[in-house]
Every structure is written in structure tokens, then in C-alpha cells.
């Protein structure tokens, strides 16, 4: 497909301005000539209408989940209501100037304080920053709010605890805090090995960064036990949110021992991916670490709510103004739809479709653990290596069905790091959504055994098919002027 | 629950195939010393015509917005956003899509994050660009941390005419590497030349400045990276009002090392804050120790082009407590809003709405000037944004602003603490306003 610069005829615009231009102003008594430019910059030249196909052509190109089914393990990709979207579109929200009074925001500051109030109740924590914008970004707050608070008490902490069944952020954001990360090995049953835990958890170590269920989506029994290791030798309980849809209703992180929660509200609480984002990775803390969050907390006097200083232990600032807004409306609207009852459904729901999808699956597909799991089950593609098939392979041909693949080589560690695929059919899903899937998948089984270079030349269907990426990190074109120059290299 | 779909027949069937009996035998995982067995103390569900009312109740809280027009900016601009962009925008497609790790079901998103990388990279002269970080605030920083690794130094001098805001999040990112920071003062509102020439030594990794900076002033890059090359420090340019971009030298020709950018003017609402755009641009050299997601262009089996993300080997999932960052969601709807921003507005309509926002600005300024209830605080050149000393008490300026439906201008003390500051405000202004406003806004303040 063209790209927009191709699409690029000279002397075509797409804008619309006032006729007003200020005209008597003179550019030179604006502008010094030290910042002056001799030519305009080389943008496409497009009208309105070659935008809007040229955009919506693009959009087609796309897999959303409004399309279907988007079992992404760990990206719990469930239904985004759409009556949230219209609500944080409301000229109210959307023009309100980040500085502007705080008494011409209430309504804003009202939502980010009774949200603060619901998240608390739902995790069983004490007080959130709405400020983190993602689920990374609320991990670096938790490590920078733990290396905060250990300084101030003279420990001097360095090490951070990550389960080898982490995601990457985990590790990644202990280490843009300055901790020096150590690995806790998973145990057959793919849960926290108690005794090395045990081993490793000492003075120097401040504290495990944990999800519950885990990362491969199961509860892990001895939570009590993990809990006490790490308070007993004074480390702080990291919550990792990224799959809190299991634990709605059920398990409070904070009745748990968790000291830090983050939630992913992109997650969890049914706000879009848009692509990659903007999503919102709150944290919440117990009441002796509430000095440490960032800046500002919303607080009421009894009549008007203020954005208030978060006082000289805070952390700081991990971002400029005070929380991705949009998004929080969103996740105030659909909690407010849910209510208590809802919100145990959801988890609910999601629990007994991933076991389904495990019960219907595991005689295809040899299951990484033989137990049942929270909200997404991991099963592997090892039985048909024979055949010369890969759990890619398996993926690609999911797409020739329409369905998008689920998360895949994740979990990457033993004992069950080979072909693994991690199913996550959130509680949007219904029974004939995941009854075409398993149909599908196993007539794919089928396909592997008998014909496998169905599946190795997969997909067939999509707008493209598979991508060259050795080439494409060998020699980066990463805008449209570097491949301009490549073809110049050629001719 | 309407978004729930299994009935309970269902359930019950899907239990039965399951082998179970109930939902507490799946999750017998939880021990019962964790399970939380009460009701938790939330209101109860509401209906969504309930739900609407509920929050349009909320939202009218606040001021009518809509009406009411910034003279504020101070890091997030109310410019207009094109309709069709908004359309566009709610297309499931890009709303409801994941990370494009799926090349395959994901060239929209990817075709428009290059194209994304192209207009950014064209308007900052760099070569390469990262489209998306979080916001301006954090992509400073992670600019900071970049530059530590690159030089392998450990002092960094920012500029006190950065968003106060930016300058905290640098500070709280950099807190646990613990460099050496160094505050360079201004001088008449923009970088004090010859306070840079005393503190910039083989210890310092980069200086941090902000262009146009948070008064406004247009700062002489070339002369900054000039002096800052001579040893060896790199120079990141903070950019807040990326609107500048379309009427300014681009950094790149200046000689600038990193753009830190905030992408917010480019078709994205205010939000009270967020969601915006953090981008990085900088030099092909500098490449592999870039934060965050990039894409690239290559062909699929069939020859066709395509587009996937690469150089991952720089990224969390890949390369874990080794990663150049540990950012993984960032704000990649914010990345196609900006992209059909600026096809919207092309080459002329970007030239124009950037040359409209500094007239605008500097005929409000000679206005306010001309009442005789302002004078200046600098002489000096500034983009879209000015300060100004009121004579009259600023809580009346405030007062008779917001009843004549405009959103004040910042006061600056509340992030300068400089006694000659008291009184001082940072004005904004935009394509929204008209010369109505303007004049409006300069005869309510002369009374």
C-alpha cells in the first residue's frame, strides 16, 4: 500500500484556518534569523479526502477486538465498551487545560479522587498515583518508591527479586532503579521454588516483584508463605497487575501482603490498546509508603478538591501534569457499570474460560502444566516438531481463519520453554467464541500432521504475509527518506 | 451483564466439559487465608443511561471548557484538531488493536508509525525517531539516561528554563544513577552563554535545553551545541510546543544530538494532561541505545513491501535488566492522532498555523503592552508563549479572565521562586484565538 508521501501532489492542502492570518505582524520581528528557515519542511501534500481514504485503507490493515477474538496471554484484550469512549470525550474533559484553576476542574479532580477510592477498595491498598502512564511505568515508580524508602532508613538495598517467569518490564524497570536483579527460579508446577526463595531473599534485598495468578496465569498456593519470607527478612511485596482479572473479587493484592500494587487499566479494567496504547499504570500503596508517591495527590477539604504536593518524601515526578485523564474516565465509567457483583463475574468468567479452552485443548495440545489455571492457560505446539511444525507456524495459520493468534515463546523458561502458546479469552468471550476457536485449532492439529506445509508458508489470507526481519534489522529503513536512498544506492 | 455474554446454562455447561463442579474448584490455587470472602464496599452497577447521566453530571463540574480559551500553555497547547482526524481516530481497527507484534494483522498500525517517523524525522532534520514514549516530561529523560550511556560520563547540566515539570522527572529518573547535576541559569529569558562556558567540562554528558524554552525564547541552538562539542557533551533539545517545528530551524541543522519532543500540538486534546506523546529523534550513530519501539520498512515472501518493528534487541521483552528502557506500552493511538494531524495540514497548513501562533503571540503581547498595566520582564525572541509583569494584582487579572471566559495565563511564580517573578505571567497563544479574543482579552485586562 502507498505510503502518504506518495500519495503527495504539489500544491494540494488539507487544512483549514481563519482567513485571518495577523498579516501586519511581520515574521522577522518574531523569529531571530539564527532560528529563521529558508524553506518550508517537506510535509505530504494531501487533501481532506485523500486522508480520510488513505486513513481508513490503513485501518483495514488492522486486527482489533471488535474484529474477533484476541487471545493475547497477559494482555487480557477483552471488549472495550463503547458508551466509555463518548464519556472521556466530553468537551468538559477534553479541553480542560492541565493548569488551569483548580476550581474550574472539579469535575476532573472529583473522578481521579473517588477513582483513588475504588481502586483502594478493589485491591485492598491504602492510596494511588494516578500519574503512571503504563504498566512499566508503575513498575519504575514501585522500585523507585522502595529505593526511596529504604534510604531514608539507612538500609542500603540493591537487590530486586524477579521470578524467572517475569515479564521483561519487570526486570528491565529494577534495573532503571539501580537494583541489581536477581532471577528466583520457577518450580515444576510453575510456581515460586519456596526454598530458594528462601536462599536468596537476605538484608540486601528489597524486596520480589510478584503477579498473582503468575505470569503463566496460575495461583500460586504458598502466597502466604512467599509473604512472609520477604516481610520477615524486611523486603517489600511488590504487585504486578497484569493479571488482576483473575483476582477481581476474590484476592485483595494488599489482604495479600502486597505493598505496592500496580494496575494495568488498559487490562484490566476494559480500556482500548489503541495500537500499542495510551493505557495507565497506577500504583497503589500501603499507608507507610504513602509519603513516598509522586506528585500530586488529589485531596477534598469537604467542599473542593485540590491537586496537593505529595511532601518532601516524595519520589518526585515521573511525568509532566498528573495522570493520562482520558484513560481514568474510562475505567471510572466501566468499574461504576460493573459494581462488586460485576466485577467477581469478570473474574469469574474469565477463570472458566481459559480452563475450558485448556479442557477442550490439552489432548491437541500437550498443556505446559497439567493443572487448572486463572484467567489464561499455556499450551505447547512440542508434539509437532515431528512434523516439522512450529508453534509459529500453528499462529500464522490461526490468521487464515481470521482469528488473531495468542501470545507465543512466552513462557521462555524451563521447565516448559518449548512452543509454548499462552491463551487468554477474557470474560467478553462467550462459549461460541471459544468453541470456533478450539474447532479451529484443532483442525490446525489436523493440518499439522497431515499437510505441515500449509502451515509453514502460513498465512495465506492476511494483506501480507510473512516478513522479512533479518533484513530489516540488518539494513534499517526506519522513514521514508532511507528508502528513497536505498533505491538511489541501487540504480 | 451486557458485557459478559455467557448465560448461566453456559457456565454450567462449561463447567461440566471443564470436570468440575464449581468455580471455587479452579481456584483451589488460593489458599483461603488470601481469599477475600466479603462484598467489596463498591457502589453497586448502574445502567448505562444512568452511567450517563452520572458522569455528565461530573463533567459539568467543571467550566464550560469548550468556551472557555486558553491563555495558557506552559507544555500542553490548545490547538484545533481537525474533525476528520477525530473520525478516523475512532476506527476500531487502530482503537482496539494491540502492540503490532503480529506484523501480519498490524500493517496500520506499523505503516503509520513509519510514516509517523518520516514526518518527524523530516521536521527535526534527524535520522532516526522513535514515535512514541510517554509524554515529553519522560522522553527528557530518558534522552538523560541515553546520554549517560553514550558518553559514558556521569554530569548532566539542565537548564532552568526547562518545564519545571520536565526538570522533575529528569530528576527522579536519574535519581538512582546518581549523576552530577548542574542548573545552568538564563540570562534576559534564554540560556546564559557564558554560564555554560564555566560549567561545561569532560565530565558532562549532555545539557539539557529546552527550544522554544518554557518562557517561550527562541534559544540559539547552534551556538549551544557549538560550545557544547568543544567538549564533548551532547545536547538534547526538549521540545514542549512541537507546533514550533513547522516555522523553526530544525535541531538537526543546528547540531543538536537528541530531540526530546512532546507531540501533544500535533492533533491531540488536552485532556486535563494526558494522553500525549513523548518522541525521540537523534542521529543513526546513536540508534542502538534508543528506548522504546521503532519501525522499520522490508518485504513479506511475496516481494511486497511491508513494514515490522525492529531493532528489538534494544528492548525489554528481548533483552530484560539489559534493556535500553524498560518501557513496553507507550502511547501508540497518540502516534496515528499526530500522523494525520500532519497530513491534514501538509506542508503549507503546517507552515501557516505555526506562523499564525507566533503572530498571534506577539501581537497579544504588543496589546498588553500598549494598556499600560504590563511591562517586560526580558527583551528577547519567543515562539508562541511571552512573560509579562502585571501591574495590577494577578488574583484580579485571574478573576476578570475567567469571568470573560478565558483560562488564565500561568503564573510563573508558582515554579520560579526569584523574587523579580512575583506578578509575573506566562502567556499563550494560538490559532484558537481569534483577534477578537485578543483584542477582548486586552481590553478587559486595560480597565
Known amino acids: 500500500m502507498k505510503l502518504i508521501f506518495e500519495r503527495s501532489i504539489k500544491g494540494r492542502d488539507g487544512y483549514s484556518l481563519r482567513a485571518d492570518l495577523f498579516d501586519e505582524v511581520s515574521i522577522k520581528d518574531c523569529i531571530p534569523d539564527y532560528a529563521a528557515i529558508d524553506a518550508k ?451 | 451483564m451486557r458485557y459478559i455474554p455467557n448465560t448461566e446454562e453456559q457456565k454450567e455447561e462449561m463447567l461440566k466439559d471443564i470436570g468440575v463442579t464449581s468455580f471455587e474448584d479452579l481456584i483451589e490455587g488460593v489458599p483461603t487465608g488470601v481469599r477475600f470472602k466479603g462484598k467489596l464496599n463498591i457502589p453497586e452497577a448502574i445502567s448505562e443511561p444512568e452511567l450517563e447521566e452520572k458522569v455528565y453530571e461530573t463533567a459539568k463540574k467543571n467550566s464550560d471548557f469548550f468556551l472557555m480559551k486558553p491563555l495558557i500553555g506552559a507544555g500542553a497547547y490548545r490547538h484545533y484538531v481537525p474533525q476528520a482526524e477525530k473520525f478516523l481516530l475512532q476506527r476500531e481497527e487502530f482503537w482496539t488493536s494491540y502492540t503490532p507484534y503480529q506484523p501480519e494483522l498490524s500493517q496500520g498500525t506499523l505503516q503509520s508509525m513509519f510514516e509517523f517517523q518520516t514526518y518527524l524525522a523530516r521536521l527535526t532534520k534527524m535520522d532516526v525517531v522513535i514515535p512514541s514514549l510517554y509524554d515529553g516530561a519522560s522522553a527528557t529523560a530518558e534522552a538523560a539516561l541515553m546520554s549517560l550511556r553514550l558518553t559514558h560520563r556521569n554530569g548532566i547540566i539542565i537548564s532552568a528554563a526547562l518545564h519545571p515539570h520536565y526538570r522533575e522527572t529528569v530528576a527522579t529518573y536519574l535519581a538512582p544513577h546518581s549523576p552530577k547535576v548542574i542548573e545552568l541559569p538564563y540570562q534576559d529569558g534564554l540560556v546564559d552563554i557564558a554560564k555554560m562556558k564555566e560549567s561545561i567540562n569532560d565530565d558532562m554528558a549532555c545539557v539539557i535545553v529546552q527550544n522554544p524554552n518554557f518562557f517561550g525564547g527562541i534559544e540559539n541552538m547552534t551556538e549551544l551545541c557549538g560550545l557544547a562539542h568543544s567538549k564533548g557533551t551532547l545536547v538534547i533539545n526538549a521540545i514542549a510546543e512541537s507546533m514550533s517545528l513547522g516555522l523553526l530551524k530544525a535541531p538537526g541543522g543546528m547540531g543538536v544530538d537528541i530531540v526530546a519532543g512532546e507531540a501533544q500540538s500535533f492533533g491531540m486534546d488536552l485532556n486535563f494532561g494526558g494522553p500525549y506523546d513523548g518522541y525521540l529523534a537523534t542521529k543513526k550513530q546513536f540508534l542502538r541505545q534508543l528506548p522504546g519501539r521503532i519501525v522499520g520498512e522490508t518485504k513479506d515472501i511475496d516481494g511486497k513491501r511491508v513494514f515490522v518493528m525492529t531493532m528489538r534487541a534494544r528492548e525489554q521483552d528481548i533483552r530484560r535488566e539489559k534493556a535500553t528502557s524498560n518501557i513496553c506500552s507507550n502511547h501508540g493511538l497518540n502516534v496515528t492522532a499526530a500522523n494525520i494531524y500532519l497530513s491534514l495540514m501538509g506542508r503549507e497548513g503546517l507552515y501557516q498555523v505555526s506562523l499564525v501562533n507566533t503572530k498571534a503571540a506577539h501581537y497579544l503581547e504588543k496589546l498588553l503592552l500598549k494598556s499600560g498595566k504590563f511591562e517586560k520582564v526580558f527583551d528577547y525572541p519567543f515562539y508562541n508563549e511571552f512573560l509579562l509583569k502585571s501591574k495590577n494584582s494577578v488574583s484580579i487579572v485571574n478573576e476578570k479572565l475567567l469571568e470573560n471566559n478565558f483560562i488564565p495565563p500561568l503564573e510563573i511564580s508558582k515554579f520560579y521562586k526569584e523574587e523579580r517573578f512575583r506578578g509575573v505571567l506566562l502567556f499563550a497563544a494560538t490559532e484558537v484565538l481569534s483577534r477578537e479574543d485578543l483584542n477582548k482579552v486586552a481590553k478587559i485586562l486595560s480597565e
Not at chain 1, 54 to 78: E, I, R
Not at chain 1, 161 to 190: C, I, Q, R, W, Y
Not at chain 1, 239 to 254: E, Q, V
Open chain 1, 41 to 491: 519542511k517537506n510535509l505530504s501534500e494531501v487533501s481532506e479526502v485523500d486522508v480520510v481514504r488513505h486513513f481508513t485503507k490503513l485501518s483495514k490493515f488492522n486486527y482489533g477486538v471488535d474484529d474477533g477474538l484476541y487471545p493475547l496471554g497477559s494482555c487480557t484484550m477483552k471488549y472495550n465498551p463503547k458508551v466509555n469512549e463518548k464519556l472521556a470525550s466530553l468537551d468538559n474533559f477534553i479541553y480542560a487545560h492541565p493548569l488551569a484553576p483548580d476550581e474550574t476542574v472539579q469535575g476532573c479532580l472529583e473522578i481521579m479522587y473517588e477513582l483513588n477510592k475504588l481502586f483502594c477498595e478493589i485491591t485492598g491498598v491504602d492510596q494511588y498515583t494516578m500519574a503512571p502512564a503504563a504498566g512499566a511505568h508503575g513498575e519504575l515508580t514501585g522500585n523507585l518508591i522502595m529505593r526511596k524508602y529504604f534510604g531514608d532508613r539507612g538500609e542500603k538495598r540493591y537487590k530486586m527479586l524477579v521470578p524467572d517467569s517475569a515479564h521483561g518490564t519487570n526486570p528491565a524497570s529494577a534495573a532503571m532503579s539501580s537494583f541489581k536483579m536477581v532471577e528466583v527460579k520457577s518450580n515444576e508446577k510453575g510456581t515460586v521454588d519456596i526454598q530458594q526463595l528462601d536462599e536468596v531473599m537476605d538484608g540486601d534485598t528489597a524486596g520480589l516483584m510478584l503477579t498473582n495468578p503468575n505470569t503463566v496465569g496460575l495461583y500460586d498456593e504458598r502466597i502466604q508463605d512467599i509473604e512472609k519470607i520477604v516481610h520477615g527478612k524486611g523486603g517489600l511485596l511488590y504487585y504486578d497487575g497484569a493479571n488482576l482479572n483473575a483476582s477481581l473479587g476474590i484476592i485483595r493484592p494488599g489482604d495479600a501482603g502486597f505493598d505496592i500494587v500496580h494496575l494495568n487499566l488498559h487490562k484490566t479494567f476494559s480500556t482500548p490498546h489503541g495500537g500499542g496504547g495510551p493505557g495507565a499504570g497506577v500504583i497503589g500503596v500501603k499507608e507507610f509508603l504513602i509519603p513516598y508517591l509522586p506528585t500530586p495527590i488529589v485531596t477534598f477539604d469537604g467542599k473542593k478538591y485540590h491537586l496537593s504536593d505529595a511532601g518532601e518524601k516524595s519520589i518526585g515526578m515521573v511525568r509532566a501534569f498528573w495522570a493520562n485523564f482520558a484513560v481514568l474516565v474510562k475505567t471510572y465509567a466501566w468499574i461504576l457499570s460493573m459494581g462488586p457483583d460485576g466485577l467477581c463475574s469478570v473474574c469469574e468468567a474469565s477463570v472458566i474460560n481459559a480452563n475450558y479452552v485448556l479442557a477442550k485443548l490439552k489432548k491437541y495440545y500437550r498443556p505446559a502444566y497439567d493443572r487448572y489455571c486463572g484467567h489464561e492457560c499455556v499450551i505447547t505446539g512440542r508434539d509437532y516438531k515431528k512434523y516439522g511444525v512450529t508453534t509459529l507456524d500453528i499462529a500464522k495459520r490461526l490468521m487464515d481463519y481470521g482469528i488473531h493468534p495468542s501470545t507465543i515463546y512466552f513462557p521462555h523458561f524451563e521447565p516448559c520453554a518449548q512452543e509454548t502458546m499462552m491463551i487468554e479469552p477474557p470474560e467478553s468471550e462467550s462459549k461460541e467464541v471459544l468453541d470456533e476457536f478450539i474447532d479451529t485449532m484443532i483442525k490446525i492439529s489436523n493440518e499439522a500432521k497431515t499437510n505441515p506445509e500449509l502451515l509453514k508458508s502460513a498465512p495465506h489470507t492476511t494483506p501480507i504475509r510473512r516478513t522479512d526481519d533479518v533484513t530489516a534489522a540488518r539494513r534499517p529503513i526506519l522513514n521514508y527518506d532511507d528508502e528513497l536512498n536505498v533505491k538511489d544506492e541501487l540504480k
